[in-house]
T-cell receptor
Framework: GAGVSQSPSNKVTEKGKDVELRCDPI?????LYWYRQSLGQGLEFLIY????????KSGLPSDRFSAERTGGSVSTLTIQRTQQEDSAVYLC????????????FGPGTRLLVL | SQKIEQNSEALNIQEGKTATLTCNYT??????LQWYRQDPGRGPVFLLL?????KEKRKERLKVTFDTTLKQSLFHITASQPADSATYLC??????????????FGQGTILTVHP
């Protein structure tokens, strides 16, 4: 079966523009996660969705970041008024549930803010 | 504040030897710990999970131990091969029994296995 897919694979934008990053999780996975990986840094948790529960947004770095998950499947991470420090690889993962299950990662979206 | 440290940024070993990677944490009470492998330009790939009530897990050439008293996990790759060269990440989840799905990752250790 297909794994987690993300689009676009690369995105170059100008400072101040808004960007949308998309994640298609594995079919049937109820949990979906977003992480950020900056050059030389570890993965930084941003947000996760579990079924119909309210998302855990505790990792979002500022109110410029938001995410939604429609129909319990596809998710979009939106960054408004991008800044150069937002440049990073944004990784999405999904799992069958959230109780310590394996997380399956997508290939990531490489965002460069000029 | 919570902190996860992986023993070194880089580890170089000879083919056939055992690679041992260390993950130490502070100010964290994980319900479980996972190890992932990440190759350049790719997303992490899950390797092993060990829960707080388990001491050791094995999978083929991989072994992980978990000592909640020492707040440490050791990850071993036996009979290492050049194909094992990658970045290895430890991740803790379920801090204090809450936020069960949220993973906190270490910085990673870059393992290079020389032929």
């Amino acid at each position: 079966g297909a794994g987690v897919s993300q689009s676009p694979s690369n995105k170059v934008t100008e400072k101040g523009k808004d960007v949308e990053l998309r994640c298609d999780p594995i079919s049937g996975h109820t949990a979906l996660y977003w992480y950020r990986q900056s050059l030389g840094q570890g993965l930084e948790f941003l947000i996760y969705f579990q079924g119909n529960s309210a998302p855990d947004k505790s990792g979002l770095p500022s109110d410029r970041f938001s995410a939604e998950r429609t129909g319990g499947s596809v998710s979009t991470l939106t960054i408004q008024r991008t800044q150069q420090e937002d440049s990073a690889v944004y990784l999405c993962a999904s799992s069958l549930a959230q109780r310590g299950e394996t997380q399956y990662f997508g290939p990531g979206t490489r965002l460069l803010v000029l | 504040s919570q902190k996860i440290e992986q023993n070194s940024e880089a580890l170089n070993i000879q083919e056939g030897k055992t690679a041992t990677l260390t993950c130490n944490y502070t100010n964290y009470s994980p319900a479980y710990l996972q190890w992932y492998r990440q190759d350049p330009g790719r997303g992490p790939v899950f390797l092993l999970l060990i829960r707080e009530n388990e001491k050791e897990k094995r999978k083929e050439r991989l072994k992980v131990t978990f000592d909640t008293t020492l707040k440490q996990s050791l990850f071993h790759i036996t009979a290492s091969q050049p194909a094992d060269s990658a970045t290895y990440l430890c991740a803790l989840g379920g801090d204090g029994g809450t936020s069960y799905g949220k993973l906190t990752f270490g910085q990673g250790t870059i393992l290079t296995v020389h032929p």
